[in-house]
């Protein structure tokens, strides 16, 4: 048997939960809608979703799946979250040009501390038959024999198959290098359904869009060697409507945990979210009922900012706290409304000679901490990521004369006075 694509634009689901995650766009494609569906009818189902540790906090690309297990809980499911501590010394090369950079152990362990940060806010954790649990596959991997692997779980790949999948595919057709060690990456990724499976009693496996092909060889392995029906189901890969990358911006990623970016820059970030995609992530990223966001939906003109500010806020408190949220928005009331330089806002001060001559603005962006770098600052002027008084600013050479009252400067996604 294989498990082919099913999407979801036909599909009336009769679970509540997948009504749910079909209704707010969290579901794609998935290998058997109907089984699956009658699965969430039939009792509780364990399902996981697997992030690798290759940085101390995850950003907001990771999010949709996270949101995906938060639902599951709230409808009565069983999350599990699985950190790769094994996976990551290898590195998922699906749809990558080039080898992920190799981490320690300490490395490792240091990120998952940091990524266990924003599961603790948005899921339940617990010994409980629906709480949340994290499991680490380097609890099984690290004690895998290499002849056992290849007998017992070897055998049942092809690698004619694999070869056909996109993720390995346009590396070779692009002939970009694919090592051995990331071409083993599905199999272990497929093994830990399987150990998932015998340890949980786990029934689904999520991903991104890009994960199919990997998914799809986890749920033939656990097929192949316990003989039991398990599933698989994807999400969109989301972008704004611009076409830009969800959670990449022109300063950089924007990242969940509050110590890589400040409560106010991830206010900010859903603040300036695109005007078409405002309905789209109020139902992703914020648990407000349907109704209400569909009322939201109609709001047009100046209004709609009033809508952002209820995303900015919604998704700040899921991701940092309500009260992280509530002092965002007042810190961007205080800056943006009323022109003053609210506390925790980088500034800085110039001297009389500075204020006459002007400072450069990759200049500026770098003193104020903004960028990290004249070069980072430059590529930010280069894409429209830089405003100065609400303006776009193009011109890579800018000098900004600077007046007793202080000039508010963008970066990014991030507006902020200097």
């Known amino acids: 048997m294989t498990h082919s694509e099913t999407t979801t634009d036909q599909f009336k689901p009769r679970s509540p939960v997948l009504r749910t995650l079909v209704e707010r766009g969290y579901a794609n494609q998935a290998t058997d809608l109907a089984g699956l569906d009658f699965a969430f009818e039939e009792g509780i189902v364990p399902a996981y979703v697997g992030f690798d540790a290759t940085a101390e906090s995850l950003h907001v690309g990771h999010l949709l799946p996270i949101m995906t297990l938060r639902r599951l809980q709230q409808a009565g499911h069983k999350p599990i979250v699985l950190i790769g501590g094994g996976t990551t010394r290898i590195g998922d090369p699906s749809f990558r040009s080039e080898v992920r950079p190799m981490l320690t152990d300490e490395q490792i362990a240091s990120n998952i501390a940091g990524i266990r940060k924003v599961f603790d806010r948005l899921l339940v954790f617990g010994d409980g038959p629906t709480d949340a649990v994290m499991v680490n596959n380097a609890d099984w991997l690290d004690n895998i024999r290499w002849i056992d692997m290849l007998r017992d779980v070897g055998r049942h790949f092809s690698v004619n198959r694999m070869l056909s999948f996109d993720s390995v595919r346009t590396r070779l057709e692009k002939q970009e290098n694919l090592s051995f060690l990331e071409f083993n990456y599905m199999i272990l990724q497929a093994f830990d359904f399987l150990e998932l499976s015998r340890r949980t009693g786990c029934r689904l496996q999520m991903g991104g869009a890009d994960q199919w092909g990997n998914i799809i060889n986890g749920i033939e392995l656990v097929r192949r060697t316990e003989g039991q029906e398990v599933f698989g189901m994807t999400a969109p890969l989301v972008a704004t409507s611009s076409g830009a990358k969800m959670g990449k911006t022109a300063a950089g990623a924007v990242w969940l945990n509050e110590d890589r970016l400040s409560s106010y820059d991830y206010w900010q970030f859903w603040r300036n979210t695109e005007d078409a995609d405002v309905v789209r992530f109020l139902k992703l990223f914020t648990d407000l009922p349907m109704d209400e966001i569909n009322s939201l939906g109609r709001v047009e003109g100046a209004e709609l900012n009033a809508v952002k500010e209820r995303l900015a806020n919604e998704a700040t408190s899921l991701a940092h ?63 429209r990521g830089v405003r100065l008084d609400g303006n776009v600013v193009e011109d890579l050479d800018l000098v900004v004369l600077v007046q007793p009252s202080p000039v508010r400067l963008s970066f990014g996604e991030n507006a902020t006075p200097s």
Request: hydrophobic fraction near 40%; charge should be negative; proline fraction near 2%.
């Open 321 to 383: 706290g309500a009260d992280a949220a509530r002092h965002a928005a007042a810190t961007a009331r205080q800056t943006f409304e009323h022109g003053e330089a609210a506390q925790g806002l980088p500034t800085l001060q110039l001297d009389d000679e500075e204020r006459s001559a002007g400072v450069s603005l990759v200049d500026l962006l770098v003193r104020t901490g903004l960028s990290s770098s004249k070069s980072e600052a430059r590529r930010a002027i280069a894409s």
